[in-house]
């Protein structure tokens, strides 16, 4: 997919969705045997919730992933009928709306069942639950030794007609780190709370406990379902595991801007906030009206670089709310001409793992940050009759 259309506005966000697709296909075909669901949180992981997750359908995504019901709910008003799951609620959260839009809910404690299964009696429609075991991360699920009261509170209410419970999972600590000793003490927690929960009378559709990482390192991990975000998008879960183009994925979002100003100024010049940067000969700045409103990092000033008129220019002095500067030496660029922040490499940007890796973080933070400020541009289309999932069958 090219990205050669150039940016119109004074930002924008290209989204290729043939990448999300493909980057999709490239995922099933990692884990055969198993479903695959694609992780559309925090608005597709800054891509478009939407378009994301049609794009990813196309790719042979079954199941979409989102953390909260809220997110769920705007899948569904979007028309789309795959499988939803949102894992990540708090009490008093509209459970008997994410029922009646057949949205599969996750339950990490004995009080969300209690809610799920009076939203379930108020809305008329049993639940479908996912009861969730902490086999170590130490975040969110339920610790082994509530597990046996989870279970057994679940299968209550299962008994009583209000909730079936269709899913069984658990999430890594350090996929991204292979070998790492957690790994298998993990999996061997999560078959054993799947074992005590089959021998309790759980019949579940799905067990899952792979995300991005341990699809990739993981194959005794697949199990009926992974669960696929970050590289969907096209990015590396970690630098270790390799570049996004070595496991043949492609970064699907393209982050570009014009130039505001282009102006010539002297040595002994100060450059933005603080002046941290001050430069040392006659010299060319470019101002890029991007900045850490639209989520490019505040730390990127002095750290980061953007493409820029052929070649790879260094970003000087702070990044400011709206805008950040980047310096030509005596190279010349016109106002109006664009940027790119970062994008696939197609033409010498940076990716965003570069931009991670500059910054100390991760791929996923830089991508998501990106706000709505910003508008979508999406390039590339799914495949229209792929494009709303399987039928959702009660
Ligand atoms: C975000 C998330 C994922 C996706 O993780 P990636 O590393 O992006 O593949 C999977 N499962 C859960 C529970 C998550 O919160």
Known sequence: MANSEPTRGRAEARIDLTAIRENTARMRERAPSAALMAVVKADGYGHGMVPAARAALAGGATWL????ISEGLRLRQAGITARILSWLAVPGDDWAAAIQAAIDLSANAVWAIEEIAAAAAQAGVPARVHLKIDSGLGRAGTTPQEWPRVVDAALKAQADGLLQVVGLWSHFACADEPGHPSITRQLATFREAVEYAERAGVRPEVRHIANSPATLTLPEAHLDLIRAGITIYGLSPAPELGTARELGLRPAMTLAARLALVKRVPPGHGVSYGHRYVTDRNTTLALVPVGYADGVPRAAGDRCEVLLAGQRRAIRGRVAMDQFVVELGDDDAACGEEVLLFGPGDFGEPTADDWARALDTI?????????????????????AEQASGIEVSR
């Open 65 to 68: 992933g989102t953390a909260f």
């Open 363 to 383: 791929a996923y933070e830089i991508v998501t940050r990106v706000g709505p400020r910003v508008p979508r541009v999406y390039l590339g289309a799914p495949q």
